[in-house]
């Protein structure tokens, strides 16, 4: 096996901070939408603001890591075999101990289905949350934008529809981060260390 430093500081910092925000999110904003009854209206509805604009901050810094460092293109669609290979790996490969499809190095973290998966949060859900979110905290000052003539009920609508989305997602990567390593919950020791054990084959050979 080696140990290969796949998980830079910035982006476990990033990546913890966004994963408390965004679960303080779902609380707080689950709770103005009525579904769970714990802070109260009024305190949710509050934090659920002091959390939006410290995402709003913390991905503007994180849009403009990806992009000056180059890691965007690690969220670059893969082509369709390879894509098909991993859906293959998971749905039977992984029960019979068949080798992984895939093989990971500093510049490729991502297998194809974590690529797609990541880069739709990154270019779809998260921006159907803060826009949305942008579009209904500006709500008192509507009339004076010229928006009158608007419902807050579509805004209301897509926002809350962005939040099951993310629920989604996190059920979806808590299931796969959690136990799709080789070794005992060894992407989550990654992503705090910044190391993971990689195949000895497989360190050198990204695809
Ligand atoms: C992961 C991110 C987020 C999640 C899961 C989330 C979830 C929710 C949910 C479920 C609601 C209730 C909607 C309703 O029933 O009308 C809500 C309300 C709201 N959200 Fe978010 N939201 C997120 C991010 C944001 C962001 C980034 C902003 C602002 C930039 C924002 C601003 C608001 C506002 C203004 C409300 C109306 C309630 C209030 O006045 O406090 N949200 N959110
Ligand atoms: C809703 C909150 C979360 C979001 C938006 C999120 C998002 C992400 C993203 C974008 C990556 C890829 C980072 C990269 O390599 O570029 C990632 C990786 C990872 N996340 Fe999360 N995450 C969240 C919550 C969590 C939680 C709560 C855990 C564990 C308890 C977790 C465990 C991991 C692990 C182990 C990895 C590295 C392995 C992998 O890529 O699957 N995440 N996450």
């Known amino acids: ?95 019979k101990g068949e080798p992984h499809p895939f093989h990971k190095d500093r510049w490729h973290r991502h297998n194809p289905l974590q690529r797609m998966a990541y880069l739709s949060l990154h270019i779809l859900i998260g921006p159907l949350l803060w826009i949305s979110g942008l579009v209904y905290i500006a709500y008192p000052y509507w009339q004076r934008l010229g928006l009158d003539g608007l419902s807050l009920a579509p805004v209301a609508l897509l926002h809350t529809a962005g939040a099951f989305l993310m629920l989604a997602f996190l059920c979806v990567h808590l299931y796969l981060a959690l136990t799709t390593s080789e070794q005992t919950l060894g992407f989550l020791k990654g992503m705090v260390t910044g190391y993971e054990e990689v195949d000895n084959a497989q360190a050198g050979d990204p695809h």
Do not use: C, N
């Open 1 to 95: 096996m080696a140990r290969v430093y796949l998980y830079s500081r910035f982006l476990r910092l990033y990546h913890w901070l966004q994963a408390l925000l965004v679960m303080s999110l779902l609380v707080t904003g689950f709770e103005v939408h009525g579904t769970i009854h714990w802070l109260g209206f009024e305190r949710a509805s509050d934090y659920h603001r002091v959390a939006a604009w410290s995402l709003l901050v913390l991905l503007a810094l994180a849009w403009f890591w990806h992009i000056t460092t180059g890691e965007w293109k690690q969220y670059i669609p893969s082509p369709l075999d390879r894509l098909l290979a991993m859906v293959r790996y998971y749905g039977l490969g992984i029960f």
